[in-house]
């Protein structure tokens, strides 16, 4: 008896079957999505489309630019931990993993950085002015007007000098932190 369900399934499970079970709708196949961002609700709700040739792949791409993201992640929302990330095909920009019509998922996504010039450019007029002044202090002395002040000799005592040149490459080098998500992910 055993051996007729194993010759059953095998016939069932031919090369030329699909892999996947046809649409429930016969209209545009879909999913319905619950985006987050970094794990933060309340969830964006809305439905997506599926493309590809099989009408099977999410359309990774389109999300990432209608929403501002730059990744995004299978995401458990009653776990709270974000999942793998779901990469979209270089050519078409799908997804590399189906998903079937009407199925709901949970993504997380990761917004894009706004890049602020503010910091690097004053990091670079710090460094730049900082040593500009220090050396024409070293060259052209201490002008005769900031003489009589107590302030200057506070300003300038070699231990100070040291302290800031320090601190300024120490904040130079120091390496990002990584996001708080990411340490999730690991344990």
């Not at 970094?38 to 493309?51: E, H, N, Q, T, Y």
């Amino acid at each position: 008896m055993a051996d007729d369900e194993v010759v059953a399934a095998s016939a069932e499970e031919s090369l030329t079957t699909p892999l996947l079970e046809p649409a429930a709708s016969p209209g545009d196949p879909s999913v319905e999505v619950s985006l987050y961002r970094r794990g933060a609700g309340p969830p964006k709700v809305f439905r997506s489309g599926l493309r590809g040739p099989r009408r099977d792949r999410l359309d990774v791409r389109g999300i990432q630019a209608e929403h501002g993201l730059r990744a995004l992640f299978a995401f458990k929302p009653g776990v709270s931990r974000r999942g793998l990330r779901i990469r979209p095909d270089p050519a078409t920009g799908d997804s590399a993993v189906p998903f079937r019509d009407g199925a709901a998922i949970a993504l997380d996504g990761e917004p894009k950085v706004q890049v602020s010039w503010t910091k690097p450019v004053l990091m670079i007029a710090t460094g730049l002015l900082v040593p500009a002044v220090m050396a024409v202090v070293a060259f052209n002395g201490v002008p005769e007007s900031l003489l009589s002040s107590s302030v200057v000799n506070a300003l300038f005592s070699p231990w100070i000098l040291a302290s800031a040149v320090i601190v300024f490459v120490r904040l130079r080098m120091r390496p990002q932190a990584p996001p708080p998500w990411s340490r999730a992910t690991v344990m």
